[in-house]
């Protein structure tokens, strides 16, 4: 198995209140994502990274920031958090050499009352 | 832009039946096109792939063929397992870019 861990594996927050989510990977792999799973959506890209601060938005990034200061660690943050953003968030790596293939965290249960 | 369809579930099936999922796909150019399970409670795992037309992509029993002329990507096994109850996630990454684009996941049940 892949070396990502997640942190926290469950968080229940307030509206309005800054939340981070990490990923940390053992890997050294160069690329890494962001995705938050919902029902009916499946997964959905929110950000990703191509290097240490490189990054770019994925298809659902309004919300939410990202930092990538290490190699092994990307920080998933919301700003204020909203009901809406209420989620299941995966990390996921790439490795270098066969970058299509992704692996993915065992995932964050986010709840936004 | 990219998109995945796939069947809708959930599907339940008896043990040792055979299974297809289907999944079609619309991209530019040559994707790459992915199957990955996610377990109850794990995050998803890689099953198999398959990079290029006509390529079969195997794993654990499970099978799928990239199918251009079709723009299809079925998933198949011929004899499932109680231990094959999870969900089943088809996906592409287009050609030159390293985005994975998925479907909405199909739940599978089997049953004994």
């Known amino acids: 198995d892949a070396g990502i861990t997640q942190s926290p594996r469950h968080k229940v927050t307030e509206t309005g209140t800054p939340v981070t989510l990490r990923c940390h990977q053992t890997?050294?792999?160069?690329?890494m994502y962001w995705y938050r799973q919902d029902p009916g959506h499946g997964l959905r890209l929110i950000h990703y990274?191509?290097?240490?601060?490189?990054?770019d938005k994925g298809e659902v990034s309004d919300g939410y920031s990202v930092s990538r200061s290490k190699t092994e660690d990307f920080l998933l943050t919301l700003e204020s958090a909203t009901s809406s953003q209420t989620s299941v968030y995966f990390c996921?790596?790439?490795?270098?050499?066969?970058?299509?293939?992704?692996?993915f965290g065992p995932g964050t249960r986010l709840t936004v009352t | 832009g990219n998109s995945v369809t796939q069947m809708e579930g959930p599907v339940t099936l008896s043990e040792e039946a055979f299974l297809t999922i289907n999944c079609t796909y619309t991209?530019?150019?040559?994707?790459?096109l992915f199957w990955y399970v996610q377990y109850p409670g794990e995050g998803l795992q890689l099953l198999l792939k398959?990079?290029?037309?006509?390529d079969k992509g195997s794993n654990k029993g499970f099978e799928a063929t990239y199918r251009k002329e079709t723009t299809s990507f079925h998933l198949e096994k011929g004899s499932v397992q109680v231990s094959d109850s999870a969900v089943y996630f088809c996906?592409?990454?287009?050609?030159?870019?390293?985005?994975?684009?998925f479907g909405k996941g199909t739940k599978l049940s089997v049953i004994p």
């Open positions: 996921a790596i790439s490795a270098t050499d066969s970058a299509y293939e992704q692996y």
């Open positions: 890997e050294n792999h160069r690329y």
């Open positions: 990274s191509y290097g240490v601060k490189d990054t």
């Open positions: 991209a530019t150019g040559y994707p790459s």
């Open positions: 398959a990079t290029k037309a006509d």
């Open positions: 996906a592409l990454t287009g050609a030159g870019s390293y985005q994975l684009t």
